[in-house]
């Protein structure tokens, strides 16, 4: 039995138990400094008092943005999970507003080298995910590194974060476009949707997305949905620097306001009716089959 048929055994035994499967929202940008993980945690905190259970992924492991917005130091990371024996409850650090986030350290840049008996720990594990949250928003790096391609290739929900700089929309352009090109990416298997961040009006952000989306369409054939707009705000950059995040520290500032409209059309079952969950163990196998035969 070869490694990939183990991994879907361990996955189709965690199916048959008829356990619910948790929705896997990637979050990304094609450049740094675009909001990306703000925007993670504020609609993970949303979607937290829309009743669900949440649990962010920073598969960020060179800046560990989300801890630092969140004001707190976990104790243990994905690599604690994979190399000291710790189960996936223990590398869980609960956050403000009662959000979990597992900080990726650099454990998820190792799993193309790890062997059979570990892969296999770390996905039973990860089917653990799918009993402990709803929602699972994994936080990627910015720009275009495969360790990023891998992450989207394997998401059936993507949103992209990106701002009115040209060099924003430039980059959020090259990020689709070697996504469309990856070897592994299955266009019908993903939904991209765009965030228009830090626009000064509803009809900028509209702008915004226009724009990127004539050029998608007319170079890359990819569908994009244009999902909303997070305003420019004082408040909320005031929420960054006391490492807050704005949705605690003012849920009526402009910015927290347009993260719930946001996180409440993700939820809307109509706009849902079509959208396959796959679960985190599914997700993170994709990426690991990936790495060992691409």
Do not use: C
Request: proline content about 3%.
């Amino acid at each position: 039995m070869d490694q990939a048929e183990q991994l879907r055994n361990i996955i189709k035994k965690s199916m048959q138990n008829n356990r619910p499967l948790a929705r896997v929202i990637t979050v990304t940008s094609g450049k740094g400094g675009v909001g990306k993980s703000n925007t993670a945690i504020n609609l993970a905190l949303q979607f937290k008092k829309l009743g669900q259970r949440v649990i962010i992924l920073d598969a960020d492991f060179g800046l560990a943005n989300i801890e630092i917005m969140f004001g707190t130091m976990p104790r243990y990371n994905l690599s604690d999970l994979i190399y000291q024996g710790k189960n996936i409850r223990e590398i869980i650090t609960w956050g403000p507003g009662e959000v979990g986030f597992i900080s990726g350290g650099s454990g998820i840049a190792g799993l193309s080298n790890l062997r059979q008996e570990y892969l296999n720990y770390i996905i039973q594990n990860l089917v653990e995910l799918d009993a402990i949250a709803d929602i699972i928003i994994v936080d990627t790096a910015a720009g275009i590194a495969d360790a990023v391609l891998e992450f989207l290739v394997a998401s059936g929900e993507i949103l992209l974060v990106t701002t009115p700089e040209p060099t924003s929309i430039t980059d959020s352009y090259s990020l689709l476009k070697a996504l469309h090109r990856h070897s592994r990416f299955v266009q019908e298997d993903s939904r991209i949707k765009v965030i228009a961040n830090r626009v000064g009006s509803a009809a900028e952000g509209e702008t915004l997305f226009n724009k990127l989306n004539a050029v998608v369409s007319r170079y890359l054939t990819l569908p994009i949905e244009y999902l909303g707009m997070v305003p420019y705000d004082n408040q909320l950059s005031k929420a960054v620097m006391q490492q807050v995040p704005v949705s605690i520290q003012n849920p009526n500032a402009r910015s927290a306001l347009a993260y719930e409209e946001i996180a409440a059309k993700l939820m809307n079952k109509e706009r849902n009716k079509n959208l396959r969950k796959r679960g985190m163990a599914a997700f993170f196998s994709h990426i690991v089959n990936g790495k060992k035969t691409g």
